[in-house]
């Protein structure tokens, strides 16, 4: 069975919203804290989001104010809601999860989803 699955890209306009869903085993979701990485045509993978076991969450610098981290325990299920979205936030983006609280690094994370694409137009 997989781990973490992720769903909700899409085509979308700039200035407009869109929300990712990542849908995660129970065993993972209720021991890990859950982050949204992406990563962009010719880019290294970034750093977006984390939420941890309490609710704590963190953003990287490029989406504080726009992009909001969720979880939801009883459907095992943590969420990304884009706003205001912009062209260079197209990517792939990946739900991923750790055993560290409120993890940056990718090296930090043990479960990786295959990535869902969110492409941004002008």
């Known amino acids: 069975q997989e781990q973490l699955v992720e769903s909700g890209g899409g085509l979308v306009q700039a200035g407009g919203s869109r929300r990712l869903s990542c849908a995660a085993s129970g065993h993972i979701f209720g021991t890990y804290g859950m982050g949204w990485f992406r990563q962009a045509p010719g880019k290294e993978r970034e750093f977006v989001a984390t939420?941890?076991?309490?609710?704590?969450?963190a953003y990287a610098d490029s989406v504080k104010g726009r992009f909001a981290i969720s979880r939801d325990f009883a459907r095992n299920t943590v969420w990304l809601q884009m706003n205001s979205l912009k062209p260079e936030d197209t990517a792939l983006y990946y739900c991923?999860?750790?055993?560290?609280?409120?993890?940056?690094?990718?090296?930090?994370?043990?479960?990786w989803g295959q990535g869902t694409p969110v492409t941004v137009s002008s």
């Open positions: 939420v941890n076991w309490s609710g704590g969450t």
């Open positions: 991923a999860a750790s055993p560290k609280t409120l993890a940056t690094m990718q090296s930090e994370y043990t479960y």
